[in-house]
């Protein structure tokens, strides 16, 4: 009986890890083949399709850079990326707290209101947010791109922070308290230390969703030097669609900063995304 026992167990094993190895596969391998092509030149990428670069052409990404007028849109999605975020995370710490926290009117009803945001798709609300834009005079400006992604970030960002800060036990804040601290300041003091994870996870998620996106790009921007990285990669395909090595070198400078933001972070982002399993 123990050997049967056994032998079913290294066998679960065996098919867990094949699994994982099959699913690890899957996922590293498209990065790996992305970035294996971008080395190539032109005439071997066709004949030398998923082997590895026989010489390797660095000089790919410097064309790519220079042709996709990279360095520009690299400033511009970076300016969106931080002004947009340091307009979230505040205010989506202080809803989720007030919503996860406090008691008043219509708490429910505000929070179910919110989590309507999450159920409507981003491309039904294309042409509200044109219509809305154009009113306001937003349309081809930074301000435009920033405060309608930040708007589109407040609801996930909500129902995210509330379940971290429910699973937060009271009685730290209750203590802050007690020795003279208000609620504001055991929220900057204890509470959002404890948070950290949380944000950190807000902070990836979030920043992955601005970095990518295009469809509120093409909506709202129509200058080439506002383009954000996501819209010039389309002009930059349109022109160069048959240069693959210099496309995929294009899309691996796009990627990589996501993928390295992403390594040096992702304890705090499983933490995060943990957050709210267990009840206090």
Not at 91 to 107: D, G, L, M, S
Not at 129 to 152: D, E, H, P, R
């Amino acid at each position: 009986l123990k050997q049967k026992l056994r032998a079913k167990r290294i066998c679960a094993a065996i098919a867990k890890g094949a699994f994982l190895l099959v699913l690890f596969l899957v996922t590293v391998y498209p990065v790996v083949w992305m970035i294996s092509g971008s080395l190539k030149g032109t005439q071997e990428f066709y004949t030398n399709l998923w082997g590895l670069p026989q010489e390797w052409k660095w000089e790919n990404y410097v064309d790519a850079w220079t042709r996709g007028e990279l360095g520009r849109k690299y400033l511009n999605s970076i300016l969106v990326l931080v002004v947009t975020l340091a307009i979230v995370i505040p205010v989506v710490c202080c809803a989720a707290y007030a919503i996860a926290r406090t008691n008043f009117r219509f708490k429910k009803g505000i929070y179910f209101y919110l989590l309507l945001g999450v159920c409507i798709p981003t491309g039904v609300l294309a042409i509200p947010i044109f219509s809305v834009a154009l009113k306001f005079g937003l349309v081809n400006t930074y301000w435009g791109m920033i405060l309608f992604g930040a708007a589109q970030c407040m609801a996930f960002g909500t129902f995210l922070l509330r379940s971290f800060f429910i699973s937060l036990p009271r009685g730290l804040e209750e203590a802050a308290m007690i020795d003279g601290c208000t609620r504001f300041q055991s929220f900057i003091h204890v509470i959002l230390p404890l948070a950290k994870p949380g944000i950190m996870t807000l902070v990836i998620y979030d920043g992955i969703t601005i970095w990518n996106e295009y469809l509120l790009a093409n909506v709202l921007l129509r200058d080439a030097e506002k383009m954000t990285l996501p819209l010039g990669m389309k002009a930059f395909m349109d022109k160069y669609v048959t240069d693959y090595p210099q496309l995929f070198a294009a899309l691996v400078i796009v990627t990589i900063p996501m993928l390295i933001i992403y390594f040096f972070a992702q304890k705090s982002f499983i933490e995060g995304m943990t957050a709210g399993s267990v009840k206090q």
